[in-house]
């Protein structure tokens, strides 16, 4: 049983590049959520899906941020056109609607991005 | 708007001891509450849960009691182990399917 993995696990980019990170949920999970943690809080909900449909948006998801999940197994987060403020872990969860316990999520590694 | 608080940025606790991470919240919708610890360089691991119409949920070594009047909650740890420094971070659902989270609170467990 694999949990949720993440790709890349670290990522360092310029100012102005676009990135793109993937999530691959534990595998029976219809249930895919991002979020984004930096230094000293607690993680922040950017976006959720539901199997293929992107469902809620943070309004901490600008319009230089997408997301996709288009099989409603992995999803991809793109952030074009980083800046400096986008440097956080990005954190992929993942939940099992009609599972006993709907409301635990299950947390990826993360990925690191750095923007210089 | 922050959400769920948790004020105390760090604990420190005898090995053996009781360790109990607090939490405070100001939504009164909050459904189910989640607590989770995390390793450095890796994602939040989930510990325990309770529903917003239970007062206590146990799993182990780890309790936690929901008081709704006060609007708190805390994990209990017993008997603390090295294995247990962490970051603690609590968490709330608010009818909707996204988790509001704490700041987090470090735990360490001195031998």
């Known amino acids: 049983d694999t949990g949720v993995s993440q790709d890349p696990r670290h990522k360092i980019t310029k100012r102005g590049q676009n990135v793109t990170f993937r999530c691959d949920p534990i595998s029976e999970h219809n249930r895919l959520y991002w979020y984004r943690q930096t230094l000293g809080q607690g993680p922040e909900f950017l976006t959720y899906f539901q199997n293929e449909a992107q469902l809620e948006k943070s309004r901490l998801l600008s319009d230089r941020f997408s997301a996709e999940r288009p099989k409603g197994s992995f999803s991809t987060l793109e952030i074009q056109r980083t800046e400096q403020g986008d440097s956080a872990m990005y954190l992929c969860?993942?939940?099992?609607?009609?599972?006993?316990?709907?409301?635990?999520?299950?947390f990826g590694p993360g990925t690191r991005l750095t923007v210089t | 708007d922050q959400q769920v608080k948790q004020n105390s940025p760090s604990l420190s606790v005898q090995e053996g001891r009781i360790s109990i991470l607090n939490c405070d919240y100001t939504n009164s919708m909050f459904d189910y509450f989640l607590w989770y610890k995390k390793y450095p360089a890796e994602g939040p691991t989930f510990l325990i849960s309770i529903s917003s119409i239970k007062d206590k949920n146990e799993d182990g070594r780890f309790t936690v009691f929901l008081n709704k009047s006060a609007k708190h909650l805390s994990l209990h740890i017993v008997p603390s182990q090295p294995g247990d420094s962490a970051v603690y971070f609590c968490a709330a659902r608010p009818g909707a399917q996204k988790l509001v989270f704490g700041q987090g609170t470090r735990l360490t467990i001195n031998p």
């Open positions: 969860a993942s939940s099992l609607e009609s599972g006993t316990r709907p409301y635990e999520q299950y």
